[in-house]
């Protein structure tokens, strides 16, 4: 059964640890994430962009899929099923489709207009039982056409859309998507600290988990992160796995074509790197 992730994040942040948000992109990422998770009995956020989702033929198809995968590979463990990045239309598609969870990035907005659609956002996911999260200030790199700079985050601003009734907030730490430039400055622990003093025990959101050092995320786990966004780093190691097995020419031996052996290698690829990110944000053993 897919929850939200409310629950989670406040024992999360009780608790001092994280939990993971791993992007799906099809079966091969679902079915990967949800049997580390179980492995190491850790709560688990499935994230869904807008691009995933429509590549995956819509948000019913996704919620259909993780729903009656959670069933067959009887997944005991706590699985929100969320929007990442989500539009304002997208929201509603996903709180028909059944996600558990949903995020309205409206950091590209004006303050007043993330303030006024993120307020009638909170009001409909709550009435459904669907957690919700918000953004402020810009996540760097691309994600689904959206770009940011990196840009830190208001802690005033912060206050006011943490006080709108959001379930967990992102918050721009100088944080981006993708892999990190040599000459990336690292994240900004002021301004972080600065927003924790305004929105007290809200769980705060860090994207852009690939490539942060350990002890920079250790970090801010400390300072109040409570979700932490991992999707590149997954296709880096799918790729790389993949890469391996067809220059290897394991390709043609015998059947080595059949999907369900080419993909092989990526999956468990996916598996190892979650599993090191669930044992980094310190997860294990908290479902």
Not at 64 to 76: E, L, P, R, S, Y
Not at 139 to 158: L, R, T
Not at 159 to 175: Q, S, V, Y
Not at 216 to 235: H, M, S
Request: hydrophobic share 40%; glycine share 12%.
């Amino acid at each position: 059964m897919l929850v939200s992730a409310t629950e989670m994040l406040q024992k999360a942040v009780a608790g001092h640890y994280a939990v993971g948000a791993f992007n799906i992109n099809n079966l091969e990422w679902t079915k990967s994430i949800l049997a580390t998770a179980q492995e190491l009995e850790s709560p688990v956020i499935l994230g869904v962009s807008e691009g995933a989702g429509k590549y995956m033929t819509g948000f019913t198809t996704v919620t259909a899929m993780v729903k009656a995968m959670v069933d067959a590979m009887g997944i005991t463990v706590p699985v929100a099923l969320h929007l990442d990045h989500g539009t304002y239309d997208g929201c509603y598609k996903c709180i028909k489709a059944g996600f558990s969870s949903i995020m309205f990035d409206g950091s590209h907005y004006p303050i007043e207009e993330n303030v006024e659609k993120t307020k009638e956002l909170v009001k409909i996911a709550h009435a459904m039982g669907l957690s919700i999260e918000a953004e402020v200030g810009a996540i760097g790199g691309e994600e689904d056409g959206v770009v940011g700079m990196g840009e830190c985050a208001d802690p005033a601003e912060c206050k006011r859309i943490a006080d709108l009734g959001i379930d967990f907030l992102a918050a721009g730490i100088g944080n981006i998507h993708g892999k990190y430039p040599a000459n990336w400055q690292g994240l900004s622990f002021e301004t972080l600290a600065a927003i924790k003093a305004q929105t007290g025990d809200m769980p705060l959101v860090l994207h852009g988990g690939t490539g942060i050092p350990a002890d920079q995320i250790k970090k801010a786990i400390d300072l109040g992160v409570a979700k932490i966004n991992v999707n590149t780093e997954c296709q880096l190691y799918f790729a790389d796995a993949t890469r391996k097995y067809i220059e290897e020419g394991k390709d043609q031996q015998g059947k080595g074509y059949d999907p369900r052996k080419l993909l092989a290698p990526g999956a468990e690829g996916i598996k190892t790197i979650v599993k090191e990110k669930i044992e980094l944000f310190g997860s294990v053993g908290k479902a």
